[in-house]
């Protein structure tokens, strides 16, 4: 990228997986809209809102945000709840030429996310929103931590240079996400997405971000998650791997 290179202005969309988040959709909203649509920033965005299949009134208060912000674009899945499956809803219904997702249980500053924006503006493919390279996390449990950070770690030494490869708070090119067509139902999404772009020879960089959370994930589900994590970041190398060995493409 050169001093005179131009810097184009690109449309977003922000997709946010939420599941029985009644407590926390409307303040995340409210901070995503008045980050992106300020006099200063004048984004085209969008927000793609998907109930994950809620059993609390994170629907009902999805469809009054609707009303109240014309941007929004909510999206019901009724069959088996999944982030996966919710992420891959919001980018096939998501209109805009980058996007960004954000945890529906208002963790992530969009704040950041416009950094991300103006960052993949200078000429990345995508923008990785990293915690433990100067971020600051807050609220995390131990055993939630040592998870994310062993298996950052272990595709450190598989020769994936990415400092948090477990963090959904990330900024793709729709050209990406397209190509990756992720298949994950779970959180192992999150690993999928960044480690297939990685592998794929897309440009990237990584911003350092804040991390807050007022409630913690159950140490059960953690300990599932960290072996289903495991198990896509090593399935997805040896595709790789296979491929570079046989000229597959």
């Not at 992530?108 to 993949?120: F, G, Q, R, V, Y």
């Not at 950070?149 to 050209?175: E, P, W």
């Amino acid at each position: 990228m050169t001093k005179d290179h131009v810097i184009k202005k690109l449309s977003v969309s922000i997709v946010v997986p939420a599941r029985n988040e009644e407590k926390n959709i409307a303040q995340l909203i409210s901070r995503i809209e008045k980050t992106f649509s300020s006099t200063q920033t004048q984004r085209d965005f969008e927000i793609v809102l998907v109930n994950d299949n809620s059993d609390d009134k994170t629907g009902e208060i999805a469809e009054q945000l609707s009303k109240l912000y014309k941007n929004i674009h909510v999206v019901h899945r009724t069959k088996k709840p999944g982030f996966g499956l919710a992420l891959r809803a919001g980018f096939k219904s998501a209109s805009k030429s980058v996007l960004i997702p954000m945890m529906g249980d208002n963790c992530d500053d969009p704040e950041e996310a416009l950094k991300m924006l103006e960052e993949i503006e200078k000429g990345y493919d995508f923008i990785v929103g990293t915690r433990y390279k100067h971020g600051t996390v807050a609220g995390m449990s131990i055993v939630k931590r040592i998870a994310s950070q062993g298996i950052t770690l272990f595709s450190n030494f598989l020769g994936v240079h990415m400092s948090d490869l477990c963090n959904a708070f990330k900024a793709y090119r729709r050209y990406v996400i397209r190509r990756i067509n992720p298949k994950s139902d779970g959180f192992q999404i999150l690993v999928e997405l960044p480690l297939t772009a990685y592998l794929l020879g897309y440009r990237f960089k990584e911003i350092s971000v804040s991390w807050k959370t007022k409630r913690q994930s159950r140490r059960r589900s953690v300990l599932r998650r960290g072996p289903q994590y495991l198990k896509k970041l090593l399935s997805i190398s040896a595709i790789f791997k296979f491929r570079r060995v046989h000229g597959v493409k």
